[in-house]
């Protein structure tokens, strides 16, 4: 309802409708609880009087205001006379009264015909009724009740142009709207109602102008007709990247896992943004990848920061990749070796953290002193000298090692010279013992036990691989060198 200017509504007081009219006033609707109550009449006998206040069929929420200046009311009798009646608008009411109406006998049905009238003069409500009267003041206990008939009340579909929209941040724009009846054909004067469903989105006034507000999102336009026929657009609102957030504050996994990371684009209001591209690095690629949706893998221990940007705005994350090993078992775990070159291969058994996975991982074998014993990618240990050697597996610094010991065993002895003899019983003679293990390698510094068959004619003293015979008599006797046994 609009502001109306002071005129008071009028009534006829003539036959055939001596017509009163103030100017336009403006109303969406009339009841006429504000009108001031009529003056009683005097009647000519055989006459009736009629007052009534009009009430108008309420449009469809989110349909078009329609301003309306003007009623008349034409009271018909069943001889073809009439009473015509022409009143404006006061406030938001109009008080429509006759008096003076002939009626023959006790009573008269009469047609009561209503229009009212926008504010360019074209039909926007009607109504017809019929309505008995009887001589003297005819209350109206139900007051008729106007229904829309503009030119386009017989709109069927609605047609918005364009069909979708996409503004910036408050952009703005214009939509248009035609109508068509229900045989395809274009509807003229079409009045529309434009309602926005998230006005925080965007808002729209009456004259399709749509103006975006600062946030991101989607919202519907709708035009609705004054008789409920409607059509809608989805209206985006882009708004610019005002900071990027993570939905976590820091990221653990283990190294040859993946995962996905989510950072999200927020405007100025906090609403979320999904339609840009994120970029993403990873500051130490060798420690933790990063693909372009988001997708992390642990390629290893260590730390590295993750970053996501998006219209010169960032974020990030700082990323620590863990061992999915939880311990190392080395089997065998102790090795024993009796002759150089010999070779004994251990396994290493790996035993994960709950849940952690072992896809893809590779042990490393290492000995602690090759020296004595080395082993190659696949755990083949070979021993190379006398000593004990830690054999050690290890994964992301997890290890298990076994003890390695190589004790050459002799197989065989020789000693030399095969043969000697002793001019006088003052010279000595020296001997060797020459021992081998099992791969033919000679034992260095073997164990040996030296024994004279007959001390009465050579004594013999040692106990390394050397030993030096002393005569005792004349005669031969038979040294003798034993190994390991």
């Not at 206040?53 to 073809?80: D, E, H, Q």
């Not at 015909?113 to 009607?126: C, H, R």
């Not at 309505?131 to 005819?138: E, R």
């Not at 390695?404 to 020789?414: E, G, I, R």
Request: glycine residues 8%.
């Amino acid at each position: 309802m609009g502001p109306v200017d002071a005129a008071s509504c009028f009534h006829s007081r003539a036959r055939f409708g001596a017509m009163l009219l103030t100017t336009g006033a403006v109303v969406l609707a009339a009841a006429c609880s504000d009108q001031p109550p009529v003056a009683p009449r005097q009647l000519a006998p055989g006459s009736a009087a009629l007052s009534l206040s009009p009430t108008f069929a309420a449009l469809p929420s989110g349909g078009p205001s329609i301003p309306l200046s003007r009623l008349r009311a034409v009271l018909t009798a069943p001889n073809g006379d009439h009473y015509d009646l022409e009143v404006a608008f006061r406030g938001d009411s109009a008080v429509l009264a006759f008096d003076n109406i002939a009626i023959a006998g006790a009573s008269v049905q009469f047609t009561l015909g209503l229009t009212a009238f926008d504010l360019q003069g074209a039909v926007a409500y009607v109504s017809q009724q019929q309505i008995t009267l009887h001589p003297g003041d005819n209350p109206m206990p139900t007051p008729p009740v106007l229904v829309y008939d503009g030119p386009d009340a017989k709109v069927t579909a609605l047609h918005i142009t364009p069909g979708s929209l996409t503004l910036p941040a408050l952009g703005s724009a214009t939509l248009s709207v035609t109508g068509t009846n229900a045989s395809g054909q274009p509807v003229p004067s079409l009045r529309v109602g434009w309602t926005s469903s998230d006005t925080t989105i965007a808002t729209i006034d009456a004259t399709g102008a749509v103006k975006a507000r600062q946030s991101q999102g989607t919202t519907t336009i709708v035009a609705r007709a004054a008789n409920d026929s409607s059509a809608s657009i989805t209206l985006k609102v882009q708004a610019p990247v005002d900071r990027v957030v993570f939905t976590t504050p820091s990221l653990s996994l283990t190294r040859g896992k993946t995962t996905t990371v989510v950072a999200e684009l927020r405007d100025v209001t906090n609403h979320l943004i999904d339609d840009r591209t994120i970029k993403w690095t990873s500051s130490d690629p060798t420690v933790a990848t990063v693909s372009s949706s988001g997708s992390v893998t642990g390629t290893k221990i260590g730390k590295t920061t993750l970053t996501a940007e998006s219209e010169g705005k960032s974020a990030t994350l700082p990323v620590t990749v863990t061992t999915p090993v939880d311990h190392i078992d080395l089997l065998p775990a102790t090795l024993q070796f009796s002759s150089l070159k010999q070779t004994i291969s251990v396994v290493a058994k790996v035993v994960a953290i709950a849940g952690g996975s072992l896809d893809g991982i590779t042990v490393k074998f290492s000995s602690a002193t090759p020296a004595v014993a080395t082993v190659d990618s696949n755990g083949v240990v070979t021993a190379v000298s006398n000593g004990v050697a830690k054999i050690v597996a290890s994964v992301d610094g997890i290890t298990g090692s076994a003890d390695a010991t190589v004790a050459q065993v002799a197989v065989a002895v020789a000693v030399s010279p095969h043969a000697a003899s002793a001019p006088t019983l003052s010279q000595k003679t020296t001997f060797t013992a020459n021992a081998v293990d099992a791969n033919t390698n000679r034992i260095d510094t073997p164990k040996v036990v030296w024994k004279s068959a007959d001390t009465t004619i050579g004594t013999v003293t040692g106990t390394g691989a050397t030993a030096i015979v002393t005569p005792r008599g004349i005669g031969i006797t038979q040294i003798i060198a034993t190994v390991d046994g």
